[in-house]
């Protein structure tokens, strides 16, 4: 293995990890009280407020959960943007196991970018919709 080889570090799929765990959050926030007291759970949603009770904090600060979660969704695509031209190794198996992880971490993105995007139109479109 030379020197060059060492040097060059594969790509991280935490930043858009990270970004996954914060888009969720607004959907537990917003769109799952929504979804399951539009279907006539409401027992189930005050089951879950009464066994986890930072849902409840959460919708009502979901202007600092939406910030958050944009900021490090935000973060976690610039890091992927910047990260991928980066040089893989040159070995076949570890250029491949590199190309994945980038491929990987885009997918997550993306997922992300959606979850937050339905949890923003159920917090703030939806409620003002149906009421």
Do not use: Y
């Amino acid at each position: 293995m030379t020197t060059l080889d060492t040097d060059i570090k594969p790509p991280s799929v935490l930043p858009a990890t990270l970004a996954l765990f914060t888009s969720v959050s607004t959907l537990i926030c917003c769109a799952l009280p929504a979804l399951l007291v539009s279907v006539g759970m409401g027992a189930v949603m005050a089951g879950i407020i009464e066994a986890v009770p930072g849902i409840t904090w959460m919708g009502a600060n979901k202007a600092i959960v939406f910030t958050i979660a944009g900021l490090v969704l935000a973060a976690s695509g610039a890091w992927q943007w910047h990260a991928r031209n980066l040089p893989c190794p040159a070995d076949p198996a570890k250029a491949k196991a590199c190309n994945r992880l980038r491929r990987i971490g885009w997918v997550l993105w993306w997922i992300s970018v959606a979850a937050f995007v339905v949890g923003g139109f159920f917090a703030f479109f939806a409620a003002d919709l149906l009421l």
